[in-house]
T-cell receptor, first 114, second 112 residues
Framework: AQTVTQSQPEMSVQEAETVTLSCTYD???????LFWYKQPPSRQMILVIR??????QNATENRFSVNFQKAAKSFSLKISDSQLGDTAMYFC???????????FGTGTRLQVTL | ETGVTQSPTHLIKTRGQQVTLRCSSQ?????VSWYQQALGQGPQFIFQ???????GRGNFPPRFSGLQFPNYSSELNVNALELDDSALYLC???????????FGPGTRLTVL
């Protein structure tokens, strides 16, 4: 079974600084997708960034980028120029078409401070 | 374009009762997935519906059931509620064959 592990329950970063959130996963599949979702106190799960496993190039979305290491089964999220609005729970998630479902990690609570 | 909506926002039930949660999928999406998110945890997959048929199910008992309608909206029904069913229930819609899922704001269910 696929599992997703986020080993950092909580992190804090100062505004304008850079922070990296860690995620590892376990799978025997070769074709899959990885996601980072953000869940602010409003509870709405918002997609931050996605990565296709068959692509070697790391995905980037404005201030958000990932470091995808397929052999190590590692998928970290880097947030540059952190903003107060980045304060939220961040979930790493795995998807494969054979299961048609997202498997989530336990989340990392990120606090951005002044 | 209308996003995913869920109703109600909050719900309080007592143990043994039954509950129905509703979800309207995003325009153009034909697939709906339901997740249960206990406090302090990541969402857990309950099941998925595609074109009114169940298309995958997680490790949840049969008292969790669902329905999808011709307009692709969906219901989640839970019978014989237990205290551990207290959670945030999230609905997500997507287009079949595409992995990106768009989430609704969730329904907070409290079982007393």
């Amino acid at each position: 079974a696929q599992t997703v592990t986020q080993s950092q329950p909580e992190m804090s970063v100062q505004e304008a600084e850079t922070v990296t959130l860690s995620c590892t996963y376990d799978t025997s599949e070769n074709n899959y997708y990885l996601f980072w979702y953000k869940q602010p106190p409003s509870r709405q799960m918002i997609l931050v960034i996605r990565q296709e496993a068959y692509k070697q190039q790391n995905a980037t979305e404005n201030r958000f980028s990932v470091n995808f290491q397929k052999a190590a089964k590692s998928f970290s999220l880097k947030i540059s120029d952190s903003q107060l609005g980045d304060t939220a729970m961040y979930f790493c998630a795995y998807y494969t078409g054979t299961a048609s479902k997202l498997t989530f990690g336990t989340g990392t609570r990120l606090q951005v401070t002044l | 374009e209308t996003g995913v909506t869920q109703s109600p926002t909050h719900l309080i039930k007592t143990r043994g009762q039954q509950v129905t949660l509703r979800c309207s999928s995003q325009s153009g999406h034909n697939t709906v997935s339901w997740y249960q998110q206990a406090l302090g945890q990541g969402p857990q997959f309950i099941f998925q519906y595609y074109r009114e048929e169940e298309n995958g199910r997680g490790n949840f008992p049969p008292r969790f059931s669902g329905l999808q309608f011709p307009n692709y909206s969906s219901e989640l029904n839970v019978n014989a509620l237990e205290l551990d069913d207290s959670a945030l229930y999230l609905c997500a819609s997507s287009s079949n064959g595409y992995n990106e899922q768009f989430f609704g704001p969730g329904t907070r269910l409290t079982v007393l």
